[in-house]
């Protein structure tokens, strides 16, 4: 089974910066896509970025030009850097794997057990 780690969230002022890391391991037949999401308390989860097997990146407009997501391929491991922080960006953050695990299946997320980020002075 497919198991992700994330670290790196914590405490920090606004205007400041988080990085953070999710490793992944396990097998899959096809890789789709990594992510990150968030939620904050009384919200839903949100989609912050993604990074899909070909490479291609997709931002929510509200962490545009300030969030970069990236991946280390050999290593299975993405990050999440974040600049010039806002307390609304205050949530949980969630790594995702999107995959294949067979030639028959369908698309299954997975996901990491999360990581507090907090935004505040």
């Known amino acids: 089974q497919v198991q992700l780690v994330e670290s790196g969230g914590g405490l920090v002022q606004p205007g400041g910066s988080l990085r953070l890391s999710c490793t992944a391991s396990?097998?899959?037949?096809?890789?789709?896509?990594m992510g990150w999401y968030r939620q904050a308390p009384g919200k839903q989860r949100e989609l912050v970025a993604t990074?899909?097997?070909?490479?291609?990146?997709n931002y929510a407009d509200s962490v545009k030009g300030r969030f970069t997501i990236s991946r280390d391929s050999p290593m299975n491991t993405i990050y999440l850097q974040m600049n010039s922080l806002k307390p609304e960006d205050t949530a949980v953050y969630y790594c995702?794997?999107?995959?294949?695990?067979?030639?028959?299946?369908?698309?299954?997320?997975?996901w990491g057990q999360g990581t507090q980020v907090t935004v505040s002075s």
């Open positions: 990074s899909t097997s070909g490479g291609s990146t």
């Open positions: 995702n794997q999107r995959q294949y695990d067979s030639l028959r299946s369908g698309p299954n997320d997975y």
């Open positions: 396990g097998s899959y037949f096809r890789l789709i896509a």
